[in-house]
């Protein structure tokens, strides 16, 4: 009933649209019992024009009459476009997409693009209006913004962004603003937010009144000031304020509000008002008799000292006590020096000798006095007279003060004495700083200055992942300040978009267009459905009945249902924790019990025995129950019935726990160690866990080294708490159990990783609560083991969950000699007798026959029913029937031999190349949709010649097929597939060839080499470090040798973006002197200024950017002889391949296209620089794959098998006298 209703409106809605009223199918005028003529109605029975009324339009009412009672009617009329709003145009636009999934954003970008070429009558501001105002960001974690000044350049920039996948935005960030002090000069006073910003022209006026009221101040236009007067601090700290307050007015009247805020210097007056302490008249009379003071005070100098601990230079300037200090703690490496202008210059000539070869940095700063030093003596008295009374009032937004580090409070912001302090005292930025990142999660500095002056030391002070943006760039207002409000929208930020608009709305259009990524969500539907058909109903959020005994539970885990476990992550891998699997048996055990027990009775127990890897792909775990006498037994399984964990639950059970209660006052008089949550959380991830912000809910914890105990408090976030009591025990609050023995453990087995092996006993004695307590007791520790127990408690000291005997096994201890991150693939021999199974007799088998001769020789050995399908050139693949004629050869074999891989390659034409690639990759998908449709349950195995690192000494398809069946054995798992690799076509390799066939199963080895007679196996192991014996103790001497040379050009394809860029800047920061980048595209304005301020840092390279489709063997032959152009004289050294291209899919909608656009950038683009720089001697030729070839991934198959082929060109390459060096990133 209400889909009638539903497809009433559509039907309406398409009639409004197109200006038609259609018939109504079943009505005549002859039949009818209606008397339209007095009732005044009309029943279309052909079709007719809808003609529009000139004031409403086209209006239309739609009934609803719903079977169970409920009416609706709806009324619809045409909106009418309206006509265009005035032209006011801002300098650049923002566009904004956002959508649920990364695959949905990039059909998104894709189709935005694609419109912007059809729709002719589109405005570059309509656009921007409606994707910021007319659609919905706020529910969305995939998001993209664009900065642009027109549809041509957003349109290039769509289709760039829509080929690479986007990451998800974490939580909303939380911003802090960092008002910049003295010392930044002013140019200009943005004139284009001037003239397009009335809230910022307003609040500049506003302010220039109020300086006026002191003294004649004209602030407004800047550029009618001489650079003397910028100079002056009675003006150009009260320009600075105006500019700081009216920017940050702007950004909080767009909805861009920060938790906090921070004032480096005369900053903090703009930060105190803004956060609310100080009234706008009260920080102006601040500023004004402070800089007014300030400009008597006499001559001075600051320097900046970086690159150096504080502390060292602190230790330099003991000979000059009372003629130079330091002014300003900027980070733990950077601080100003501020004194005379004869001993600021001669620590200036002290410190640039004695640190000569540390790189140090030193910059005299544009300012006319020595600020925060004794010269300020003079005016503190007067200052502090001059500025009272002040007003106190009562601030919304913390203010970190950089006089004390700390957080500051209404009363101090309303004395004299303070900014009369604040003039004098050192700058304590460095404290401040950490602490307005303390406690906090995903903050964001936003730095409130004319340029960048503060970013280098915020990241200095937290770490270089710190998120530090700009507000402002004097030459490029709106560019910095339009690219601060999308790089916030990409975060997760959620500005005012109306208010963002204010006096710039525009007429909405069409685009952009939400895409859906149409996902297969049907297994997931029949799993519920069919639990429902049974009518099991476990009304829990994780859990549902299989069959109606209450005895099989399943559990679906993907990211839509169980999206927290993905934040559970160890070395980069996500993993169910443990205590998901204590929820999964004991609210199994808690719905399949008859009669119903309390859960404060019931005790379980559990061990963990393997691992479960998480994937894009959902994936079901079942709980099969045991019911005993007293107890019921669990196990939670994978869907191939691999164990997970197994326990136990008791029921019914009285005094189940030793103490009801805790002293927690008298354990924290204990516990007077405190390990901070920022320590704790370090430690965690020196071990390798990696935790989102969903699993870091522990506060700071108190220990006791003595008794091994520790207790901690938690303040349950927002996201757990919405369902906590739906749970048991909820998996994130018992996690953050077990995250807390890392403080026992790094006491004990530190730099060892643990792992929870078991639960001995488990007792919810209450539900737990959004705020309570952690205590945890050392009980047990013995070798690579240790058992703790411990609580939840609450407020009061109640137990509300009693844990014991938790037992952490830890890692053996790795190998000195292992790498940590550095793998590689190794051979091992292995003899015939060392084989899993023997089948013992001839396989019928499905060949695809090579012309080498190889199947040939095979025919004794298989059964003589056996097809063999012959290779007749790749040209066959372009018919449309070639599926079904696939189909056709599949049927009831017991193996599958693909042997067309073994086919040469014509390496000469890159083109050729990639288009034979891709048909034999199409070819050997075809075969497996094939089998996969037939669900057949024969083993394919995929023989290749001469691809192997010591054997392969020419290119062929099997360089594809290697990634290609990686990923196809992940794909497709119902299937087994093996590699097999012969290094010559002997008799003798082709008998053990036929031995391994005939005798053993395919799932034995996944991967074989066959040489002379003898079978290796592939292995992935660590890199070993080669060991190195000491002879003496003698220090020695290592000469610092530079990884690029100066006069040498290193080329790197795909430089732009990505790794490519990060390898651009790695060559540059180690000596690279000459580096060109190829790119189909000319780089940004944006990128353009990148690599200046590349060049700029490292003054010895030179960055050239050259536009070339490394694919295009022509593109390659002009770029190279520009490069050489460019850098006369110098030799190419080095080729970096990072170019790529995706188009992920699942085998049965991959088409031969698909293979052509991933291999094109790979393979062609590696052999166009493989010809081009063959006869260099190259100290490098680094191509960047993935590690999806060696692992394999869901819907890449195309992609492994682009990569595979760059692995195992590396090693011809390297065979053939060559560098060569394949890095699978992952």
């Not at 539903?6 to 259609?22: D, E, T, Y």
């Not at 379980?604 to 037994?633: D, E, G, H, R, Y």
């Not at 050009?1049 to 860029?1061: D, E, K, R």
Request: charged share 20%; proline share 4%.
């Amino acid at each position: 009933e209400s889909a009638a209703g539903a497809a009433g409106l559509i039907k309406v809605l398409l009639m409004m649209h197109h200006g038609k009223i259609v018939p109504s199918l079943h009505y005549s005028k002859e039949m009818s019992s209606i008397d339209t003529e007095k009732l005044n109605l009309a029943v279309a029975t052909a079709v007719e024009p809808w003609e529009e009324s000139s004031e409403y339009g086209r209006v239309a009412g739609i009934n609803c009459f719903g079977f169970g009672g409920t009416n609706a009617h709806v009324v619809v009329r045409q909106m009418k476009q309206p006509g265009p709003l005035p032209g006011f145009k801002k300098p650049l636009e923002l566009v904004l997409l956002s959508a649920a999934s990364p695959r949905s954003l990039q059909m998104t970008m894709a189709d935005t693009a694609e419109q912007l070429s059809t729709r002719s009558s589109i405005t570059l501001p309509s656009l921007a209006y409606t994707s910021a105002c007319r659609r919905s960001h706020a529910s969305y974690r995939y998001r993209k913004a664009f900065v642009t000044n027109s549809l041509q350049h957003l349109q290039q920039e769509l289709k760039l962004a829509a080929s690479t996948e986007p990451a998800m935005s974490k939580a909303e960030p939380q911003l802090v603003f960092v008002f910049c002090g003295n010392g930044v000069t002013l140019k200009e006073f943005s004139e284009a937010l001037l003239s397009s910003e009335p809230v910022f022209r307003d609040k500049c006026k506003e302010i220039e009144d109020l300086f006026q009221q002191h003294a004649a101040i004209s602030l407004l236009p800047a550029r009618n000031h001489s650079p003397k007067d910028l100079l002056n601090p009675e003006f150009s700290q009260p320009l600075l304020f105006a500019l700081q307050v009216a920017v940050a007015s702007l950004l909080k009247h767009w909805g861009i509000k920060p938790v906090a805020v921070v004032g480096h210097s005369v900053g903090e007056v703009a930060a105190a008002h803004i956060a609310g302490y100080l009234s706008l008249a009260d920080a102006v009379k601040v500023i004004y008799h402070r800089s007014r003071l300030q400009a008597k005070t006499p001559s001075g100098r600051m320097l900046v000292v970086g690159n150096i601990p504080v502390e060292e230079i602190a230790e330099r300037l003991h000979p000059y006590s009372g003629k130079v200090c330091i002014a300003a703690f900027n980070s733990p490496i950077s601080c100003t020096l501020s004194g005379s202008v004869e001993a600021v210059e001669a620590v200036q000539r002290e410190l640039a000798e004695a640190f000569r070869q540390r790189n140090i940095f030193l910059h005299v700063l544009n300012v006319p006095a020595a600020y925060h030093s004794p010269s300020m003596d003079m005016i503190l008295g007067e200052l502090e007279k001059q500025i009272e009374p002040l007003e106190k009032q009562k601030g919304g937004i913390e203010v970190i003060s950089t006089l004390t580090g700390a957080a500051a409070s209404e009363n101090d912001f309303a004395r004299g004495k303070f900014w009369a302090q604040h003039t004098r005292e050192p700058v304590a930025f460095t404290r401040a700083i950490q602490t307005a990142a303390g406690g906090r999660e995903n903050v964001v500095f936003v730095e409130i200055s004319p340029h960048r002056a503060l970013q280098r030391s915020i990241k200095e002070t937290l770490g270089k992942g710190t998120k530090v943006l700009s507000s402002l760039q004097t030459d490029a207002e709106y560019q910095t300040l339009f690219s601060l409000v999308g790089n916030l929208f990409e975060q997760g930020f959620n500005p005012n978009w109306q208010h963002f608009y204010d006096g710039y709305q525009s007429v909405p259009v069409a685009i952009p267009r939400y895409q859906f990524d149409r996902q297969k969500l049907m297994n997931c539907l029949d799993i519920h459905q069919q639990a429902n058909q049974r009518g099991v109903n476990a009304s829990h959020p994780l859990i549902y009945g299989i069959n109606s005994d209450n005895l099989d539970f399943g559990c679906l885990v993907s990211q839509e249902t169980t999206p927290y476990l993905y934040e559970h992550k160890n070395n980069g891998v996500a993993l169910v924790p443990g205590a998901f699997y204590v929820e999964l048996g004991l609210a199994s055990v808690m719905s399949s019990s008859e009669p119903k027990v309390p859960l404060s009775t019931c005790q379980l127990s559990i061990s963990f025995s393997a691992p479960c890897v998480l994937t894009q792909n959902s994936q079901v775990l079942s709980i099969k129950l045991s019911p005993q006498k007293a107890m019921t037994t669990f196990e939670v399984l994978s869907s191939s019935n691999a164990v997970y964990a197994a326990g136990q639950v008791a029921k019914g059970l009285e005094e189940v726990v030793e103490e009801s209660s805790i002293s927690f006052q008298a354990i924290y008089r204990r516990c007077k160690s405190v390990i901070s949550r920022e320590e704790l959380y370090e430690a965690l991830s020196q071990v390798g866990f990696q935790y989102g912000s969903v699993f870091r809910q522990l506060s700071d914890v108190h220990y006791c080294q003595e008794l091994k105990e520790a207790i901690t408090s938690i303040k349950v976030n927002e996201e757990t708490a919405r369902d906590m009591y739906s749970y048991c025990i909820h998996p994130v609050l018992l996690d953050c159990f077990l995250q807390m023995t890392a403080v026992l453990t790094s006491r004990t087995l530190h730099s060892r990783a643990g792992f929870p092996s078991g639960i001995g006993s488990l007792v919810v004695l209450r539900p737990l609560q959004e705020e309570m307590m952690i205590y945890m007791r050392m009980s047990k520790s013995t070798g690579n083991c240790l058992e703790v127990c411990g609580c939840f408690v609450d407020k009061h000291g109640s137990v509300l969950a009693e844990l014991k005997r938790v037992a952490i096994t830890f890692m053996k201890e790795s190998s000195s000699r292992d790498n940590e991150f550095l793998f590689e693939n190794k051979w091992k021999e292995v003899s015939l007798s060392q084989t899993i199974g023997h089948l013992g007799f001839k396989p019928r088998v499905l060949v695809f026959a090579d012309k080498l001769g190889i199947a040939e020789q095979l025919k004794k050995y298989l059964h003589p029913t056996s097809r063999y399908v012959m290779y007749e050139g790749w040209e066959c693949l372009v018919e449309d029937d070639t599926q079904n004629k696939m189909r056709a050869e599949v049927k009831d074999y017991d193996e599958v031999l693909f042997l067309w891989g073994i086919q040469k390659v014509n390496e000469d034409s890159p083109g050729k190349a990639v288009d034979q690639l891709a048909k034999c990759c199409e070819a050997y998908r075809q075969v497996v949709v094939a089998l996969r449709e037939k669900r057949s349950r024969c083993s394919v195995r995929v023989i290749t010649y001469r691809t192997t690192e010591r054997y392969v000494d020419h290119v062929n398809c099997g360089f594809a097929l290697y990634g290609m069946t990686r990923t196809c054995i992940v794909e497709v798992p119902e299937i087994t597939f093996q590699l097999i690799d012969l290094s010559s076509s002997t008799s003798l390799d082709i008998s053990v060839l036929a031995d391994v066939l005939v005798k053993y199963k395919g799932g034995d080895y996944p991967e074989v080499c066959i040489s002379q007679g003898r079978i290796y196996v592939a292995e992935i192991r660590r890199t070993p470090f080669k060991d190195i014996s000491v002879l003496s103790d003698i220090p020695l001497y290592e000469p610092q040798k530079q990884l690029f040379k100066q006069n040498a050009v290193y080329v790197v394809a795909g430089g732009l973006t990505g790794l490519g860029f990060e390898t651009v800047k790695f060559i540059a920061e180690n000596g690279g002197g000459c580096i060109a980048i190829l790119s189909r595209r000319i780089p940004s304005s944006e990128k353009q200024e990148e690599l200046r301020a590349l060049q700029q840092q490292y003054k010895g390279s030179k960055v050239v950017s050259v536009q070339c489709d490394v694919a295009s063997t022509s593109d390659v032959k002009k770029a190279f002889q520009s490069i050489a152009n460019t850098f006369v004289g110098s030799p190419i050294k080095g080729v970096f391949q990072s170019a790529v291209a995706l188009h992920d899919g699942h085998l049965e909608v991959l088409k031969l296209a698909d293979f052509h656009k991933v291999l094109s950038p790979k393979v062609a683009g590696t052999l166009n620089l493989h010809w081009a720089t063959k006869d260099q001697e190259l100290d490098y030729f680094v191509c960047y794959s993935s590690v999806t070839s060696f692992l394999g991934n869901t819907t890449q198959t195309n992609y492994a098998a682009a990569n595979s082929f760059l692995d195992v060109f590396c090693l011809y390459r390297r065979n053939c006298g060559l560098s060569g060096q394949a890095i699978n990133w992952g």
